[in-house]
Every structure is written in structure tokens, then in C-alpha cells.
């Protein structure tokens, strides 16, 4: 028997760990049930900072890991699925095809930013979506400082006024006076089409998000949206033009395109629409989990969002769930009715809420130390030691806030 995981994610790991989990409590032998982790790298990306500096320190080693709970690791891309035959397609370096086969498959691909197509936006847009593209934009940046320091060099814009957008604009002035010296006065600009800044946080939160953003000088153009860009920087549909060599693009998430290969119903997000247990709606022995799966967190209505905390928590249930079925043992119903959120502000701190109703719990330094244990270890991969990693992956304790 195999189990197939695509993508080395925060779900795909989580799913992958807790696969093993539960192969280790039935007493079953990693030969009597193989778990494979097909990905492009043996690495954890730490995406959710990847608005910080030094972006290409942001990764986690996961060979380790894998090899202590016994997860073959196979690298490649996955360029097909078929559902029908039970195979998956995987290209190989130098171009090589492998098959594998598979009893049960998880899909855990994550999410890309949408890129819409605006004039100008694929030329002269910069993004913190994937490492390659957080590491392209660092290095812009350092580049800068040896440009005249006009036409724009030391205005930053950030399309977006969402989580993403705040933390990369909230960051922009410390990291840009790092490089051009601690006397500069760099501009920032967070450009979204919504009437309030943070349109997702509430009322609650968000005069904490517009003081901080006083505080640190950050500009907002709210009810407008990016038109086009330019060599001289971008232009607005309110008919403003920004002088600027730095734009960001921060809004709009959807699933990576390989769920669009598994015949089922998705939604607006491209995500596959799954039911409690994670398996994906009318396919035979496919699960989704993470960013790739729109599932109900609670009995109440809230579903999980593309986010961290809640693709942890689904890939030890989708993995879980993915393991009972082919052991012959019950599978647990994916729940998360608990719902934090730790908005970083830079300079001027963070905000940590719980609920979905938002309530602000804490605010400023003390929220920012919450942020710094949450981005430094909470969400890095386990030790690479058997019983601990195993233990980790407890489905109804991952992700608890």
C-alpha cells in the first residue's frame, strides 16, 4: 500500500507526519505501507516570512525528518494526475518522467498569488509569494542604494491592503534604511481598492493597524486600485501616478494550478471542495488539505482559510485520515473551531486577535513577541527524532492557539 503527498509544504509536512503517526501506532511496517513526499526540495519554505529580510535564510531542512518517521522522499515536480489509474506523473531532474502509483493521494500544492493582467505587471512588479520571488526583491533593494536617489529609488509601493501588504509595508521602512543609511526617509504607499485599510480584521483591530501605520509613515490610497506599471512607477485608477522603482503586488491568493487536474468541483479560489474527513468530493481515494482544499473548520459556517495556522492543522488530518482508510481504522473529522491572528507592524510591533469575531488581545511589543515565537518556532518543522516528531503530529493538538 502507498500513500502519495504532493508538496513539502506546511500541510504536505503535517500530513506526512502524521501519516507515519498513525502507521507507528497500528504497528505497521513503513514496507507494509509506504508514505511518499514528492516535492522539488527536501525543504520547508517558510513562506509567512518571507516579507522579512535575508529571505534565502528562511528555509527548514525536512530529509531529516522524513528519514526519521521513515517518508521516502521522492524529488521531482508532479506535472500529472490521474485519478482513474491511480498515478501520478513526476519530472525528475534533467528531464527524467517517473511514475508512481498511488492507494491514497494527498494534494497539499498550497496556493500562488494571482497575478491579474495588468499592463505592466508581470515586467515591473515585484512580489514576497515564493522564495525565488522574495529573494529577486531583496536583491533589488540592496541594488538600489547604488542609484541616484530620485525618480522614485526610495518609495516603495504595496498593492494589497491585506495581511500580507501590511507586514511587507510595515517592514519596508526599517529594511530600506539598512540599506541606505539610517538618515533615510524612505516612502511607502499601500494602495487598495477598499474603503478600510485591512478590510478582513474588523472594526476591532483596525484603529491599532492605522496608528501603526502613522506611526511608521506609511502612506494609503484606499478606493483605488493599480492600473498599470512602468519604468517610472505605477499608475492608479483614480488617474494618480506614483514615481516608484519598487511596486509589490500583495493581493489575491489562489490554489496552485495542479488541482485544477483532479476532476471535482472547486471554488472561486480553485480550491477542491472537500468533505469533513478532507477527501475530495465524488473522487475515489484523493484528498486536499491546505490551501489546495476549501474545507468547514466548525458546525458554524467559518471555513478554513489559506493560511499557516489552519494548513498545519489539515495536513495532520488529511494525512491522518488518508493512513485510517487504508489501515482499516476510523478516521477523525477535521475541526478547528480555534481561530487566532498575529498581524506584524514592523517597528510599531503587532496585533494578536483570537476568534473570528477578532478580538484584540494584544497589541505592541507584547503582541510582537507572540509573532517572533510564532514566525521562529512554532511553525518550523519538529527535531529530527523519531518519537518527537511523531508525537508533533497529534491531528487534534497541531495548530491549537
Known amino acids: 500500500m502507498r500513500i502519495v503527498i504532493i508538496g513539502a509544504g506546511f ?18 511496517s513503513p514496507e507494509e505501507l509506504e508514505i511518499a513526499l514528492v516535492a522539488p526540495e527536501p525543504t520547508l519554505v517558510v513562506r509567512p516570512r518571507l ?31 490521474d485519478t482513474t489509474a491511480r498515478t501520478v506523473e513526476i519530472a525528475r531532474i534533467k ?24 499592463p505592466g505587471l508581470a515586467e515591473h512588479g515585484f512580489s514576497v509569494d515564493q522564495l525565488d520571488d522574495a529573494i529577486a526583491l531583496d536583491r533589488h533593494l540592496h541594488g538600489l542604494a547604488g542609484r541616484p536617489a530620485r525618480n522614485g529609488r526610495d518609495t516603495v509601493v504595496v498593492a494589497g491592503g491585506g495581511f500580507t501588504g501590511i507586514e511587507t509595508a510595515t517592514e519596508m521602512p526599517a529594511r530600506l534604511r539598512a540599506i541606505f543609511g539610517k538618515d533615510a526617509r524612505p516612502r511607502i504607499v499601500i494602495v487598495d ?81 472537500v468533505d469533513r474527513d478532507l477527501r475530495v468530493l465524488n473522487v475515489a481515494g484523493v484528498f486536499a488539505t491546505g490551501d489546495a482544499a476549501r474545507a468547514a473548520s466548525d458546525n458554524i459556517g ?24 487504508l489501515l482499516g481504522v476510523p478516521t477523525k473529522p477535521y475541526h478547528q473551531e480555534a481561530y487566532a491572528t498575529c498581524l506584524d507592524l514592523g517597528e510599531a510591533g503587532a496585533i494578536f486577535t483570537r476568534g473570528w469575531d477578532r478580538t484584540l488581545e494584544l497589541v505592541g511589543t507584547e503582541a510582537k513577541k507572540t509573532k517572533q515565537q510564532i514566525n521562529t518556532v512554532w511553525i518550523y518543522p519538529p527535531p529530527a527524532e523519531r518519537a518527537a516528531a511523531l508525537a508533533a503530529a497529534d491531528p487534534e493538538r497541531v495548530g491549537e492557539v
Not at 11 to 28: C, E, F, K, N
Not at 55 to 69: F, G, N
Not at 306 to 321: D, I, K, L, P, Y
Open 193 to 273: 481598492r477598499n474603503s478600510a485599510i485591512a478590510p478582513d480584521m474588523g472594526a476591532g483591530p483596525r484603529p491599532v493597524i492605522e496608528d501603526a501605520l502613522r506611526t511608521l509613515g506609511v502612506e494609503t490610497r484606499l478606493g483605488a486600485s493599480v492600473a498599470s506599471l512602468d519604468d517610472s512607477g505605477v499608475t492608479l485608477t483614480s488617474g494618480e501616478h506614483i514615481e516608484s522603482e519598487t511596486v509589490i503586488w500583495a493581493a489575491g491568493m489562489r490554489a496552485a494550478p495542479l488541482t485544477a487536474q483532479i476532476p471535482a468541483e472547486r471554488d472561486n479560489f480553485g480550491r477542491l471542495l
Open 11 to 28: 500541510a504536505g509536512m503535517y500530513a506526512a507526519l502524521s501519516a507515519a503517526r498513525l502507521r507507528d501506532i497500528q504497528g505497521v
Open 51 to 81: 516579507y522579512e529580510a535575508k529571505p534565502e535564510t528562511l528555509t527548514a531542512p525536512l530529509q531529516d525528518v522524513l528519514k526519521a518517521i521513515d517518508v521516502v522522499y521522492v524529488q521531482g515536480s508532479t506535472e500529472t494526475v
Open 302 to 325: 467559518n471555513y478554513a482559510l489559506m493560511s499557516c495556522q489552519h494548513a498545519t492543522r489539515m495536513g495532520a488530518f488529511a494525512g491522518n485520515n488518508a493512513a485510517a482508510e
Open 95 to 118: 528531464g527524467a518522467k517517473k511514475h508512481l502509483s498511488y492507494d491514497r493521494l494527498v494534494v497539499a500544492t498550497g496556493s500562488r498569488l494571482f497575478r491579474p493582467n495588468i
